[in-house]
C-alpha cells in the first residue's frame, strides 16, 4: 500500500512496527513472515481474551453482545493509521510524546492491514 501511494521509498525491504521491548526480534519478523503471523495471532489472541473478560464478567453481555464486541475489537486491529512524523531537527522544549504529537501528519487513516487481517482470520470464524 505505502508503495502505491509513494510513501516509501522503493528501496525499502519492509517495516516492523512494535514497542523497544521486542526489538531483539525485530530480525526475526523482519525475515520469517510465518513468525510474524504467529505474534499477530498470538497478540489478537490475548486482546480477544482480556475483552472476553471484561464483556463477561463485568458487563455481563450474551453471547450474541460478546460476539459482536469482539468482532468489533477485530476489526479495529486490524485497522491502522500510517502516520508521518516531521521533525523539525530540534530539542524538544516538552515532553517527548507532546512534540511527536505536534510534529505528527496521519497520512493515510484507516488503513486495513492485510497481513494482520490474514494472521487473525482463525480468529473470525
Known amino acids: ?44 489472541k490475548h486482546i480477544v481474551t482480556i475483552a472476553d473478560t471484561i464483556a463477561g464478567e463485568q458487563y455481563h453481555f450474551s ?4 460476539t459482536e464486541f469482539t468482532k ?17 531537527d530540534e530539542t524538544p522544549k516538552e515532553p517527548l510524546l507532546w512534540y511527536v504529537q505536534k510534529n505528527q501528519d496521519i497520512a493515510f487513516p484507516h488503513i486495513v492491514s492485510k497481513q494482520v487481517e490474514n494472521a487473525i482470520k482463525s480468529l473470525r470464524m
Open 72 to 88: 468489533g475489537i477485530l476489526d479495529n486491529l486490524v485497522r491502522m493509521n500510517v502516520v508521518k512524523i516531521t521533525d523539525p
Open 63 to 66: 453471547d450474541e453482545k460478546k
Open 1 to 44: 500500500f505505502l508503495r502505491e501511494k509513494n510513501a516509501i521509498d522503493e528501496k525499502a525491504k519492509g517495516a516492523i512496527v512494535m514497542g523497544e521491548t521486542h526489538a531483539g526480534k525485530a530480525g526475526i519478523y523482519m525475515h520469517d513472515k510465518d513468525e510474524r503471523d504467529k505474534a499477530i495471532l498470538a497478540y489478537a
